[in-house]
């Protein structure tokens, strides 16, 4: 995605929709990383609900992915682990 391409029609209303997005319409998590500031670390742990991120955080990553900002400071609801 070069910095002049136009947001998809379609914003992604998850981390889960902007991850579906084909590899030409989002960035990686790496890439992210580098155009918030932040770590890909940190940001792949927020994209897996293991983290939340803070209001300026949030912010940035809604720039970036066009992620509702709303969507971003949602707590994940967390899936049940199967027994063995």
């Known amino acids: 995605m070069s910095s ?3 947001p998809p ?4 209303r998850s981390w889960a929709d902007y ?4 590899e030409d319409e989002r ?3 790496r890439q992210l990383g580098k155009r918030t500031g932040l770590t890909h670390s940190f ?3 927020i994209a897996r609900g293991e983290r939340l991120p803070s209001a300026a955080t949030a912010k940035k990553l809604h720039r970036e ?3 509702p900002y709303d969507a971003l400071l949602e707590k ?3 899936r ?4 063995p």
């Open 19 to 22: 991850l579906r997005r084909p």
């Open 43 to 45: 940001v792949a742990k």
């Open 65 to 67: 992915t066009q992620i």
């Open 80 to 83: 049940k682990r199967r027994k």
């Open 4 to 6: 002049s391409s136009l």
């Open 27 to 29: 960035y990686s998590l």
């Open 9 to 12: 029609p379609n914003p992604p």
């Open 76 to 78: 994940p609801k967390r």
